[in-house]
């Protein structure tokens, strides 16, 4: 079996793809990945050339929820056309929805980690506006060209769906991290939080507001813009992997986050939770993390003081995190998805939108 993957190379659709792409190659499938976006650095290209992927391809374009990006998407579509084609694909995973609509011969799975209609309702409270139409109408097509929908939670599947007709099969597979990747260290009297925080939904401003009120320093990783947790910047992944296995807690005040990979490389890595009271989040974590409301910096301070002031909680909280993201398995990843395509080659019926749910 020949799969053509399309990932992006921003934020964490990327670090999925390449996650995928080992534990589908480690499973037999010739996986051809094809990067749209930025163009790669040269870490990604070696990541992506050490992914096990059979050949890579990549595109520097504007994606579908960029500002006016229409020009790119066709341009880029066309492209990815003559790639399944010079490949020979038995089958074409998206990870963008525009391009799902496009004219392909093989079945197409189309993988839903955000949108920007609950993402815009989940930050600022309200629907986007008709400046989004053209989005609206892309996505729209692309859910009913595509042969069945991915997204790693319900909750992702039910923010769609408010906004959406999803009327193809839909199922939930998990994200997932090699637990090997990530370890705990001894732990260390900081706060830390990590990813796209330039983006609203992580709520990084809520930190900032509560930090000068905490006896531990707070750090972000990650490009932001200033305030008054301590700002590292872009951290080189080595160093990121220590911060994680040396913070005591990782706090993710969310608003909207369809999973969560930073906060399971937290996990994996031993860090008490903080993280949003979220759909997503609760459903991911259970009973592993704290929740707080992303709009109450009262209670996000308390949980942190809390946690600061109790160290067997703080020690079982930690613990209780890292065997639940274990559970998120780069080897179930791989089996669900193979399991996925396969039936879809078959053209056998799914087994519905729970299958590949972690226990």
Not at 203 to 217: E, Y
Not at 259 to 268: D, I, N, R
Not at 269 to 280: E, K
Not at 332 to 343: I, N, S, W
Request: aromatic share 6%; with cysteine.
């Amino acid at each position: 079996m020949r799969a053509l993957l399309v990932v992006d190379t921003v934020g964490g659709v990327w670090t999925y793809g390449l996650e995928l792409t080992k534990a589908l190659a480690s499973r037999g499938v010739a996986v051809v990945l094809a990067a749209l976006g930025e163009p790669l650095t040269p870490q990604q290209r070696e990541a992506a050339l050490a992914s096990g992927a059979q050949r890579v391809y990549a595109r520097d374009c504007a994606l579908e929820w960029m500002r006016c990006p229409w020009g790119d998407v066709e341009r880029s579509g066309d492209w990815l056309l003559k790639v399944a084609h010079e490949t020979d694909a038995d089958l074409v995973h998206l990870n963008g929805y525009a391009h799902a609509a496009l004219p392909w011969h093989v079945p197409v799975v189309l993988g839903a980690h955000s949108d920007v209609l609950s993402w815009h309702k989940a930050v600022h409270g309200r629907p986007a506006g008709p400046e989004w139409d053209d989005y609206r109408d892309a996505v729209a097509a692309g859910l009913r060209g595509a042969d069945t929908v991915v997204a790693p939670t319900a909750a992702m599947l039910d923010a769609l769906a408010d906004g959406f007709a999803v009327t193809r099969a839909s199922v939930v597979i998990p994200n997932a991290r090699d637990p090997h990747a990530f370890g705990a260290m001894t732990k260390e009297a900081f706060v830390l939080t990590a990813g796209r925080v330039w983006d609203d939904a992580k709520n990084v401003t809520a930190l900032d507001r509560v930090a000068p009120r905490l006896p531990w320093p707070v750090l972000v990783a990650g490009d932001a813009g200033p305030g008054r947790a301590r700002r590292l910047g872009r951290v080189p992944e080595p160093r990121l992997r220590s911060l994680l296995g040396r913070a005591a807690v990782f706090a993710e005040p969310a608003r909207y986050e369809p999973f969560g990979l930073a906060a399971l490389e937290a996990g994996l890595s031993g860090c008490a939770l903080v993280l949003g009271d979220i759909p997503s989040l609760r459903e991911v974590w259970g009973d592993a993390a704290a929740f707080v409301d992303p709009n109450d910096d009262d209670a996000l301070e308390r949980e942190l003081l809390g946690l600061i002031a109790d160290d067997r909680r703080l020690h079982d909280l930690g613990e209780r995190a890292r065997r639940r993201a274990l559970e998120y398995s780069p080897d179930r990843l791989g089996a669900d998805y193979l399991e996925l395509y396969e039936h879809l080659l078959a053209e056998e019926p799914l087994a519905g939108r729970a299958a590949g749910r972690a226990a």
